[in-house]
């Protein structure tokens, strides 16, 4: 599905990765985890195309995607949540999904907005498809600012599923969540959100980590130190030294 | 040290704070912990000053500061870190540690950052010349502490101060803190990854919807099953 060969990418003077190759197999979840500035975010802006890598390749379906622009490699149907959550708070939570649909940056976004809801727009459709995957359907009136952490970590997932990706990048889905708020974020990517799709996830809980990923990659310093199943990778200890202490 | 009492803070149209009582004593480490939601930091910016109250008393060192604006809180020894850092992105790291040294009317008291913060923090010292945005989210958690110290405060407030961070930069914070209580100073902390904290605290409390559900030693509340049901929920994955 999605492969990484060489990958490398430096900023001024800082190797952000060096030579990474990565294989993420169609209809599995991979974790990819490291200490905080190890690459990781660096790794998913090259997957979604938001950066070009210096070096190396990405090949997406076997299809080189290195010189595809963000907007190609969406079309692509790659899609991605954000670590700091983007989202309109003073827009209610289905008409968010249903911009993350038309596009931010189209300009009238609020005449478009209120003509998509009233012909009943396939894109409504979907942006109610989307909320109730992650639950949140009956909250789809309510300004995504009146939403607690936890259920706006699951607004921007759903503006993530809204095109129905194929594969998905999840970064950071439990931040600044509590152990219970975690677990139940970690049941809703196992049961409701991977089945169906291939997905990249980034986290520092294990718990969660633990729960839905098969696959695990572990970056430090911009290099890629370990991977394989998720309990032989925690238990080397090179990954214990840089990443767990 | 501090002592809050019956504490009520609206936010947003809803009691965020609803009645809640708590003590630190000097030197102690006590930790917060609770859902999203929970009127967690909302009792710390009442604390600090930077939330207005609706009732209640907060008396520290001795003194009724209840209702004294932010600046002045923070002249009498306390200081909050706050949650997501809050650094100066454009300024240095050492410009970042000096901004812990303004007076209230904008005066740089000295230019000086003490040789003992610099040994605390070695890989702040590296970095002095550097921006605070070219940290890694455990040096930019280092840094807010460290401009925190900088006011020379009694009373550390630190929220979620691992929000973040990976596993090995989580036990630094920690064990930071713990160093911090051991050399003297009272620390109030509210945090979520609830085991490491409840396993360093000297006393806990556990809120709930604006209210305290549950308190004590660190220890105990670690093997305390209600709080696992009521709160982590979750004990078995844990």
């Not at chain 1, 090259?46 to 079309?75: C, E, F, H, M, N």
């Not at chain 1, 049961?191 to 969660?208: F, N, Q, W, Y």
């Not at chain 2, 207005?52 to 008393?57: P, R, V």
């Amino acid at each position: 599905m999605l492969e990484l060969q060489a990958v490398g990418k430096t900023f001024g003077e800082l190797q952000a990765l060096h030579g990474i190759d990565l294989h993420v197999r169609r209809g599995t979840v991979s974790g990819l985890i490291g200490p905080n500035g190890s690459g990781k975010t660096t790794l998913v802006n090259i997957i979604t195309g938001i950066y070009a890598p210096d070096s190396g390749r990405v090949l997406l379906d076997g299809k080189d995607v290195s010189r595809a622009s963000a907007d190609q490699i969406t079309r692509l149907g790659v899609s991605r949540s954000f670590q700091n959550i983007r989202i309109f708070n003073r827009m209610s939570v289905l008409e968010n999904v249903i911009a993350a649909l038309i596009g931010h940056h189209k300009p009238g976004l609020a005449t478009l907005l209120g003509r998509a809801k009233r012909i009943g727009d396939p894109r409504v459709t979907a942006a109610r498809r989307a909320l109730e995957t992650v639950g949140l359907l009956e909250q789809g009136d309510l300004f995504a600012n009146e939403l607690p952490l936890p259920l706006r970590r699951r607004l921007e997932i759903a503006r993530a599923l809204a095109c129905d990706p194929k594969f998905l990048v999840l970064d950071e889905p439990a931040g600044g969540m509590t152990p219970a708020e975690t677990a139940s974020i970690s049941e809703l990517i196992r049961s409701r959100i991977a089945p169906g799709r291939t997905c990249v996830v980034i986290e520092h809980k294990m718990d969660l980590i633990s729960h839905v990923c098969e696959h695990l990659c572990v970056l430090n310093h911009g290099e890629k130190i370990a991977e394989g199943d998720p309990r032989s990778v925690v238990n080397q200890p090179e990954v214990i030294e840089a990443y767990l202490g | 040290m501090l002592a809050v009492s019956d504490l009520v803070v609206n936010y947003g149209g809803v009691q965020a704070v609803d009645d809640i009582s708590i003590k630190v004593k000097a030197g102690e480490l006590v930790s917060i912990t609770g859902a999203n939601g929970a009127g967690k930091s909302s009792m710390l910016n009442a604390i600090s000053g930077i939330r207005a109250i609706a009732s209640g008393k907060i008396v520290f060192a001795g003194e009724d500061i209840t209702g004294l604006p932010a600046h002045q809180i923070v002249r009498k020894g306390i200081v909050q870190i706050p949650e997501g850092r809050q650094l100066f992105a454009t300024l240095t790291v050492r410009e970042n540690l000096l901004a812990g040294r303004y007076s209230n009317s904008g005066f740089l008291l000295d230019n000086v950052i003490p040789e003992s913060l610099i040994q605390r923090f070695p890989v702040l010292g590296e970095r002095l010349d550097s921006l605070s945005s070219s940290l890694s989210g455990g040096q930019a958690q280092m840094l807010a502490l460290a401009r925190g110290l900088m006011n020379h405060p009694e009373l550390l407030l630190l929220d979620e101060p691992t929000l973040g961070l990976a596993p090995i930069a989580v036990k630094e914070v920690f064990d930071l803190i713990t160093e911090l209580r051991d050399q003297g100073l009272s620390i109030l902390v509210v945090e979520q990854n609830v085991r490491q904290a409840l396993a360093i605290s000297d006393y806990a409390y556990v809120l709930e919807s604006g209210r305290v559900v549950l308190e004590g030693k660190g220890d105990e509340l670690l093997n305390n099953s209600r709080l696992v049901e009521s709160y982590l929920g979750v004990a078995q994955s844990i």
